[in-house]
């Protein structure tokens, strides 16, 4: 079963629900899988156990319905968390001066794992500085990408909450 099917069947019924699909990803074995699908609120809010709820219950009908996987599976929809991964070119640019661990399919500079600050996007680069160099990473190249919890990350976490009101 191919990845972008399942993005194609799930990311209508993420955004009719009034959310953005972070991630779809198929985890374990052959006999008894996982989808999670990984879903961010459009508004900057938290997301809840009643978000998980209303969008798994959505999810659940067209699954039923399409069958994509046919051995038995669990469905699991759930935030991204503070470490969240980045998976598009939008969450890279959100995120430009935040620290960010990510893999390449390819070697750049010959190398495949970088650590360092997200310093910009550059149409579909991105510009990663660490303390040593600055590299330029496209974003085809990236394999998995996701954000170090730091302090200022927490420190834009519980800002952003104040500012919904949650806090």
């Known amino acids: 079963m191919q990845k972008h099917y399942l993005e194609d069947l799930i990311t209508p019924v ?4 009034g959310y953005e699909l972070v991630r779809v990803l198929t985890m374990g074995g ?11 609120t459009l508004n900057g809010k938290n997301i809840t156990v ?4 209303k969008v798994s219950r959505a999810l659940s009908d067209v699954l039923d319905e399409k069958d994509p996987i046919k051995e038995k599976y669990s469905l699991e929809v759930s935030s991204p968390g503070l ?3 980045l998976t598009k070119l939008a969450h890279f640019e959100k995120y430009a001066g935040y620290d ?5 399919e390819e070697k750049i500079d010959n190398r495949k794992r970088f650590k360092g600050k997200i310093s910009k996007v550059v149409g579909q680069d991105i510009v ?11 974003f085809t ?26 806090i």
């Open 128 to 138: 990663l500085t660490d303390e040593k160099a600055e590299y330029i990473i496209p």
């Open 14 to 17: 993420v955004e009719g629900q």
């Open 141 to 166: 190249a990236i394999n998995k990408a996701k954000l170090v919890v730091t302090d200022e990350l927490w420190e834009r976490y519980q800002a952003s909450q104040e500012e919904a009101g949650e």
């Open 83 to 85: 470490d969240r991964p």
């Open 100 to 104: 960010v661990k990510l893999e390449t």
């Open 50 to 53: 009643d978000d998980c709820a």
């Open 30 to 40: 052959e006999t008894h899988p996982t989808l999670q699908v990984m879903i961010d």
